[in-house]
Structures are given as C-alpha cells and as structure tokens.
C-alpha cells in the first residue's frame, strides 16, 4: 500500500530544477501582449475615452474600449458548476470591458501591442473622462438609505439576505437567569497572494479559441469564457498547465474572457495578458470583509439557551462568489455550537472595494474569528475553561446536519483538542499565565472549526476519470480536477497505484488538463479534490483492473476470480504464482493478432455526499503593551481529515494554510483610501503577507479518524488549516491581556485603541 | 451526409494563414541545439574521434562521439507495429551514433550547444580518423563474392530472399509455341521531399522523456526511442503536432532516438534536432532502387503460360523497412496478370547507399514499371493492342487473393481504363500516333496497378477511438492515425458527423497524437488511415450514440428504439418531432443533480481485412528524338478507392501522387559518387524534383464501388496514384518511339544512349 506513505511528489524535481512548465513558459514568445486601462476612480461612469494617442505609438496594434462592445454578453465569474437551473446560477454582473465604474481599477479599454513596452506605454496615454459617484466600502453603509448604489438591480445594494431560524428565539431570550453577552467581530480584506499572478494567454486555430490560463478550474472556465463571448461552450478549448497558487482567487474566471474577446480583435492571433502584482490586489479577487454581531444568552451552566447572529459580508463591487460564502459562515455557527433557539441572519452587500471571491476556507476563517472569539468572551464573563466549555458544548458525537447530512462519526474534536493540548503543555500554561502584570504577558488561546468536503448538495458533485494502460504496464491517469500546488497530481498516483496494484512509480498523472481531452472535472476547491477525484480513481481503477484481468484470462485460461494484480504483477491468487507482467500483459494486447486491444477505462463518478473535516488550532503569544505587539511563541494545528493520503503532502497543507491564517490574524489587511476607494497598499511590501520568516516552527498533527463515506477515508484538508489560526491567536491575547480584540489583524493600531480603552496604557 | 461531400478541410484557414503549429513553432526558443557529425566515408570504421577543438568553442554544452555510449542498444526504425513473435520483428541493426560507418553520412558523433552557430562550427572542429574500406553501390554488385560485406549476419549483403513458386515453371516453358520475353527493368533511388524536413525535440519531465516530432508514427517511434535507450516504452512519451509531409520517410524512426539519447547526456535539458535539407536526402530514407528481370513465355494469343521474375533491391546501409517491399513488388506481378506456372526470387541487398525506407507505394512504383513496361513490349513483340491485352489477361473480376483475401469484387479495371481512355481520347490517338516519323513524336502509354489497404493479414491492423462530448454538442474525436497532410483529420470529422448523426462543424478532430493520451494507433502508412480508422470512428461512433439516446431516454422517457440523432438534435423518429438538441443532453448530462455523466466513449477496432484499390494512368507524350527530351503533354490517373469520403481531397491525393510518378519516371534521382559513395545531388537544385512548374494538367477521376469489407466503403488512395505514372510514361515514349526505355527516369542521358542504340540518333 501507498496510500498512508509519503512517498516524494511526482512534480518535486521538475519544480526544483525550475523544469515544470507554467503557463508564461509555455506561451510563444512571438505573442501579443494585452494591458488593461483600469479605471482611476472607484465609483461612476466612463464618458469618453481618447485612445487617439495610444494608437499612434509604434508598435500598438488595437485599442479596444468598453466602447467598441457590439453585444453585451453578461457572465458570471464564480468558479462554481453550471447549474442548469437559471435560479442556482451565478449572478451574471461582468462585461469583458465595462463604462459602469464599481470599483477603483474596474476595467475599462485595453491594448494590444506588438510588446510589453508599447502596450505600457499606449495605456498610459489613454485618455478617460469620468462621470464620478462618492464611493462606499463598508456594507452597513452601503445599506443604508440613499448609499451610493452599485447595482440597479440590488436595491441597497443587498446581492442577497439569508436566514438561518431555529426555535424561538423572542421566546427563548424570556427564559430566567440568562445571561446575555454581546459582541461584535470584524475581519479584514486580505488578497491570496499566490506566487504566481494570475496569465492566460488565447489564440484561434481550427476556428475555435485556445486559452492557455493559470487557473483552478479549467471545465469551468470553458464554460465561462463561452457565455462571455456568447458563442458555444464547445468552441472554447481550456488548457491549465502547472500554476504556482490559486488559493481560491484563480477560482474565479479572472481575464480568460477578456483575454479570448481580445484575441477575437486582432483576427484571432496569439494574445497574451500577464496580470501584475498590483492588478492582482486591485482588480483580482480578495477575501470577503465581514462583521458579525453576536448575542448569546447563557444559562448560568454555560449552555447557549439562544443565540441571534448577523453576518454583513463585503462583496465589493460584483457578485463574483457572492452569497455562498456569508451564508456558510452563518450557518456553521449553528452547527459549531448546537442551540435550540437559533436567529440568524447573513447579508451579503456591494461596495466599492475590490470584488470578494473565493479564499481558502471560503467564509470560515472570518466565522471562526468571531465565534471562536465570542465563545472565549463568554468564557471570560461566565468564568469557565475555554476547553471545558468546548468539550461540554461543541457538536456532540453522532451529531447530523439535516441539510449536508454530514455526521460526526468519531470524537474527532476531543481527540484534536488533546493532541494539541499535550503539544503546547496548555495546563500547566494556562495557569501559569493567569493573572499577568508587566508589560510582556503571555497567553495561550484556542479555536476549534469544523469544514464541508466539497458542496454537494449545495452544488454537483461528479468526477470523471481516464486510465491508459501503456505496453510496460504503466498507467496514464487524466482528471478534470487539478493539480494547483497542493500534491494531488501525487495523491492520485498513490490511490491509482494501490487500487490497480501497480508500483507507484508506474503510474503517470497527466497533470494538465485540457478541455477537449480531459475528462470533465470542475477542479479544484472546497477542498474536494482528493475526496471527491478519489471515487472516479477507485471507480476507473477498478474497472481497468477488471479489463486487464479479463485479458489475462483470455492468455492464461485461468478464472478472473483466481486471479490479481500484485506489484505489477499478474499473480494467480491459489498458489500466489506470477503468471506474466503487467507489462507483457499490455503488449500482448496492444499487438495481438488474435485480439488486439489497448486497454484503457472511463468513467464519471456522481457523488451525492459530503463529509464534515475537522480541527483545532492552540497558539501560545508574548504581547508588548507598551508596543502594542503580538509575538507568535508556539502554534499547532491538530486535523481529523480522515485517513492521510500522504503525511508529508498533509503536513505541508498544514503549514501553509497556517501561515494564511497567522497572517490574516496579526498583519494583512487591504487598505482603502476612504474617499477614492483605491487600494492604498497593493504591493508586498506594504501589504504585510506573512512568511515563513514571521512564524515561529508550526506544529502540524493529525487524528487519522477514516471517513465512511469516502472512497479512501479521506476528507478535506485543503482549507480547514487556514480556519482556526486567527482565532486562537486573539483568544491567546485576550488571555494574555484580558483585552478582547475583535478586528482582525491584531495590528499595533488596534491594539492601541483596545489597550488605551481598557486602561492598559 | 457530409460522407462523399467535398467539405472544407479542418485544417485549410490555420494552414494557409500559418497559424497551424508544426514541431519547430511549438519548441521553446531557448532550446539546445543539436548537431550530427555524419561521415565523410561511405563504408568503413571510425579508428578516432578528437573533440577537444569542438569543446573549446564558446556555446558548446557537450560533444558527445559513438565511443561515449555505455550500452550498446540495438533498435530497427521501420515504422512498423510490434510484433510480440521475435521472427517477425523489424532488423534491430542500428545504434544512435556509430563507430562502423555503412554509408556516406551515418552518425558517428554528436554536439549539443546553446545555438546554431556554436553547433555548426564544433561539427566542424571535429576531427575523425577512419579505416576505410571500399564501396558498393548495386545489389547485383553487393551480393557477389568479394564484394564489400556491411553486416555481419548477413553474408553477401542478402538481407533477405524470398520466393514466390506456383505450378512448374520449368515444365511450363516447354509447352510447344511460345514466344520468349525478357526485359531488364531499373527504377532510381529517390528521396520523398517532403517540404519540412525531419525535426524532433526531446526534454525531461517527471522522470520521463517527452518527444516531440514531425513523424507519421507517434505510437510506434514512443516503442523505438524506448527499445533505443533501453527503457521502459511507458518512459517515452510521444507528441505529433502538425507535419510538413511524410510521404513515407518520416514512416521511420528517423532521429527521435539519438535526439532522446542526446536529451539523457545534458541531464534532460531540451535538446532540439533540425535535419538540413542535405542531410534528409543522405542520411533519412529514400525509395529502394530495384532492378527486375523479367521472362514471359508466351502462348500466340498472348496468354501467359509461364512467367520468371528476379527482383534486386538496395536497401542501402541499415534494415529499415527492408524486404518488406521488394517481397510486395514481387508478388503483385502473379496478382496483377495470373499465370499458372510462375517462379518468383526478390533479393534485398545491402548497399554503400543511402538507407532506403518506406516511401509512397511501397515497391508498387517501381515494380509498375517494371511490369507494366513489359507488358507494353509484350503487346508490342506480340502485336497486341496493350489495351486489349489488358482487358483479356488482368486480374479477372472475383479474383481472390488466398493470401490476403482481398477480391476483385467490380469490373474496377475496365472502369478505370474505360474513364481514362474517355478522356485522353485513346482510341483516335493511338491509331493517330501510330507509325510517326520526324524528330517530334507523340505517344500515348497506359498502366494499370493494385495497391492493398493496410497491412493485414501480414501485420496488426488495429485502430483506436475516443470521443469526447461537450455541453454545446460537439464532439472531440481522437485517433492514433495521423493528419500528415492528406486531410485525413477531415475525414474522420465527416464519418464521424455522419454515424453520430450531428452537423460536420461540431465534429473537432483532435489532430495532436500524444502517446500518453491518444487512443493507440500505428500512424499513416501502407494507405490505411480512412479504411482503418473508419471502423473505430464507427464503432466509437454507434457506443457514443447509444450511450447518448440512453440519456434521451432518461429524459424523455421515449424507448431508445424510437429515438435517433439528427442534424444534432435528439428526433423522435415516429413522428419526427425535435425533443431537444444535443447541446441541451449534454448540458444536462454533465450537470444534472440527478445522474451527472460526462459522455465518451472509446474502443479498439481490430481490423482482420484488407481491400484491393485499383487504376489505371493514361499519358500523352511528345518527344523530341535529337534532343532525347521526353515532354508531357497530357496525363489522367482514374483510381478505384471505394466509396470517397471527400472527393476535392481524393483529387488533391491523387494530384500529389501523380506529381511524384511524374517525377519518378521523368526527372528524379539521387546519383552517387561510385568511389565513396558521397550522394552527389543531395538538395533541391541539383536533384530535379518535379513540381507543378513541370506538370501539364493533371486529370483525376475516380470510379466509385463501395468495399464491402470497408466500414465506409472507402479502401486505398494515398499511395497508389504514385504508382502507375511512371510506366504509362515510358509506354508512351514506346508508342511515340518504338523504343522500350527499361531505366527510369527517362533522362535525355538514357533516351540518348537507347536512341543511339536503336538508330534513331
């Protein structure tokens, strides 16, 4: 067995050498090169565009404005499944080029150009004259009455209002004795920054559009650049070579439509569009803004008689992922903390920042920030133990939600909790650090999270899978779902491997997919890849399994069920006898005379369920009062994401979703000047990205607790470790201090306010 | 139907804007350039190489000589399919670089550099020292005693004889009355130019070799680079983009291997090899010369009691293709005119000359010439009218092959020639051009072929398919059988519009083979692809169809039986109604919550027939006796291939080939240095390559009888309109001259000597 080995990555040594082919080193270097005009307000209208000047430089060879748009195909941009039901659909806000202003870089014109330079310098000679609105970044003011309106069709500005209702909460509230405590929690605007912006690059052949794109969801994006362009869905070819991050951001159609409508200008020739790190924080996406209001009413035991929650999500200026995102946070809460009396209510709401998408936890590392942080404030005010509150209220064993019908199979949040309790020594600690004086104190603070696999039923859930068998008994295996960084092109070698009983080193996985070749998968988010590609691998293996031993009864005469395939090997199962190779299998029925055949399965694999992950975060700071800082000391995550594919892959997510999440705890947030809306710090070096120079050594520990319904135990990873970081990092200064800090990050400047109002300084 | 329609092709607007990739747009720029140093001595052994001057030059990364290899890997280049018995695999006889030189030209050494120049010039600071031995350039010459020897296994250079024995020829002859004939026949050795010359890159990527080359056989060279370097096939991986032509040369492994071995000695960085133009005639493949010697024992009214053929073939330096088709030269004469008592003896014979291959009929040209030249002097000894001989003593109608079971199943000759003589006003003109004198003659001459249609029962037939189906309908097809330039993507885009049922524009044939993801296929050779193909197109086909109308049912819960696909909509047949189209299935198909399928299909066809093609070339001559100058005036090739799936492509096919016959029996052939074997006209000005410039009106007709053991009804075409040209000429500047020119092609230089010889001069 494989599965369970961390066994090397398939891709180790063609990244280190610097071999792998990303998308940039695949585009010909003849190609032309696309600049966006972005709008320099954050709010209004295009009037005019004066492109005279730009046209006359050497070397430009089309000016294309929002103007020039002959038909106005609207599209939707959020990398979800297609929903053939138009009211599942993804809101339809985005034209490839707009003259409707909704946030500071909105794209307006662009230029083609024979190189970088020209297309440079034809962008800044354009010439635009605005019709300027005020602008709103904050979805309670966007709200409100008579706020600048972003979207006819969303009267103040509301993309859409849920409600998640349990019980009775007016009557609940009635009940004696209750305790209630109030707060409210805000989490910032943060950008990916994966290290690789996001490029594409288009051209025509065979009279169809070819886009090459760093993308997370090649199937998708076909679809999309397909509805951008209104032309068939088939007539779009989507190839996604390695890509260097996504993080969520390239789940998202970001420039392929854009890039494709500017190939189709230029007579169908090679276009090439390479995003800057500054187009990236301004014009890609970010990680929706989000406040929460928060009222728990408390028996004196501790136990939650009702709870009323608000969510005000951030959109920015187009729908992109919308909703989705404000509504799983609201509704984990619920699930998180079981409550018979439950009123919840999440707004997702349109301002001028830069346009909210998908981010790795999609939602719940801002929900946990505040509920986890709210759940250590009643713990304060009720004097209890942040763990034995936890333990005593959290989802109980063999919990169900009706909705997902995720169940909690295992004790999977005691066992998390005390693996990173003994790690980080939290009894003996959180004595120690009571009752602090001086200016360093220390705290240690915890969070828990639980996590979706994948979205159905929310969404649909299939993937398909193709196996080649070559003449030494090596196997291809293709997959719509891809590889972005995180090892799954790893990941599915080892599953196909065990499943086929073939050496690991004979499988091969194409690692990139190509529209018109790869069997359709959406790709890669909600942290479905390994869960979800797993049933197609095991489905597809099996039945190429089935096939070659069909084969090797043809050649042997022995029955199929006294027959397996071992190491490679094609061994009679009575007396353990190898009867050939696979190898000499594969030939003899490439190049039978009497029965040739090359041997190969396909298949798609529905998957109509889900699977609960879940995890904890403990974390040990040094806060400075004076300073008004927060040293990291210690820090472990602790996962149950069901059986471990491959630990070292597993721990390297780990670490890399807890770096995400210290620093959208301690240090990123994208600034807006309040009255242009423009991204005052969208570069690395004033945006404050934490790395690994920032962190001390991160802890990463697993409960391995197999998950029922997945085809190898396996549940998601990908997101949760960015989830519960934030969290336990404020609940570790609220212990250190006493202070509660409710914005994240815990920026010196927040910090200063909090300190001066608690008499701290 | 689109099947018989003379639809655009596929490819025609990215070809003829110049936006179609072939191998040397797709390879990165920054490429290391590989060079050959080929030998200045046509037979002999290298004693020494010094590289120590080629080492110096700026930009060189590696020199790399025939002593450097670790391990002698013996590997065949024929273009064949594996066959698993060792008896009937290709002559594993070559290594990637040489220290036992067979011709001018064979591969002793190797530079690998930065660029161009620095590759050039260290080739030309490499300093060899050899032991030469003496040259022979004839196979006659070649199997005497004494004779230069070039392989070891093989004694006086006999590669192989075979025979083909019916009756007692011995016997036979002594049958009272007939009349002895005899004729010596000799046709040139000729290169295939194709427009772009071989070219292949190789780097390494996930431990694997990736090759990307201008070849006809992606699947079979993924085998031979493996054989080459000793590694396991499954480690090759095998890209064919676009080609420039192949017409049978780039039917052999050419330098994928050395260009992968040269990959392996620069730790897998990208190495690409650019063949010169001097370089494909002396180092590729060219078409074996043969010589024939022929003697018909004949009754008074022409029948043939007894027939005698010798056949002489250079095969050059290395196996390649070998006696494959000097053996089919061979036995195509008792198939051609059946005669009960006939003894048969074909010889291929090493040679000092370039290595011949596979080219454009496969021994038919040459040995068409031969036969069909002696049938006209036959006729003429005889005083029977060559088109009545013809009529009386060809392959009857429901002739039967026992070998190959092919049939005569239509009176396709007589159809043939009927058309042809149409045409070219025969009749009128033969009795016009009987009994000329003067210095300016005209004459008419005719010759009619067979051609088989791929390679069974003597090899695997097999061909495999996969379609893919997208949301809007249209359908990806791939095949391992190649676009090479004949148009074959085209007509697998119209079978497969017309069994599916859906309009010719959402049929996008994957022209690419990528031997990792390609349905196994052996390539374009042997006239096969349309026939081939055809049956897995049709089965891939009728599986995707089935598996389409089975979701109509779930659908629409009409019986599948009373459901069909038309023009791309799913069609109730019983009353014709429209109950969606295709786009709307497959749309459904991938995204319905309910049962989502990605619908495709693939299988493998094993092919256990083959199809006799058939026609005929009448041509019109004028020729001036004091200059021996042989003009063209006018020429028409009428060809039985079944049923055509495009006829603008079939002429086009038909036109090419012509244009090589005429070439073959006017003006092409590549002369050698009889001391050191050195080819002496090795680029396109000195050799006299026949283009349109040369040609007069090149009539193309075609007679339509459907094969029945075709999936199309189609058989044969690539190769066979290059087969018969040259033999109608020469019996044309016999009718025009009373002069029998038994050497082709018909230079002034052999017409003088024969015109001196028969007193005409």
Redesign the interface.
Known sequence: MIVGKSVKR??A??KITG???YTD?LC??GALIAKIYHSTIGNGLVKSIDTSEAEKIKGVVKVVTCFDLKEKHYFPTAGH????DPHHQDVADRLVLTDRIRFYGDDIAAVIAEDEVAASQAIRAIKVEYEEYPVVLDPIEAMKDGAPQLHEKYPNNILAHTTNIKGNYAEAIKEEGLKTIEGWYETPTVQHCHIENFICYC??????LHVVSSTQIPHIVR?IV?QALGI????VRLVKPYIGGGFGNKQDALYEPLCAYLCTQVG?RLVKLDISREETFACNRVRHAMKFHIISHLRPDGSIAARKVEVFSNQGGYASHGHGIAAKAMNSIPQLYPCDNVECDAYTVFTNRTVAGAMRGYGMPQVTFAIEGHTDDICKEMGISPLQFRRKYLMPLGYVDGFSKNELYHDSFNQCMDKAMKYIDYDRKIKEYANQTGDIRRGIGMSVFWYNTAVW?IS?E?S?C?M?L?????V?V?LGETEIGQGADTAYAQMTADVLGIPFE?V?T??TQDT??T??GTGAYASRQTYTAGFAIKQTALQMKERILKYAYELTRMPIFNLDIIDGNIVRTTDGRVLMTL?ELA??A????Q????I?S?G?Y?IKSNAYSFGCCFAEVEVDIPLCKVQLVDIINVHDCGTLINPALAEAQVHGGMSMGIGFGLTETLLYDEKTAKPLNDNLLDYKLSTFMDHPHLEAQFVENPEPTSAFGTKALGEPPACPVASAIRNAVLQATGVSINIAPLRPHVLFERFKEEGLI
Not at 470 to 474: F, H, L, R, V
Not at 590 to 593: G, P, Q
């Open positions: 398939v891709d040594v063609d071999r792998a082919k080193d010909d270097k499944p297609w929903s053939t051209y025509e052949e065979a009279g169809r679809r397909g068939d869905w088939g007539k169908g039923p649909l299939s398909s193709r080649v070559n003449q030494d008994g090596s291809q293709q004979m091969h194409v690692s018109d070749l069997p359709f190898g030939t003899e490439l190049y039978s005379l029965h040739s055949e090359h190969t396909e798609t529905q």
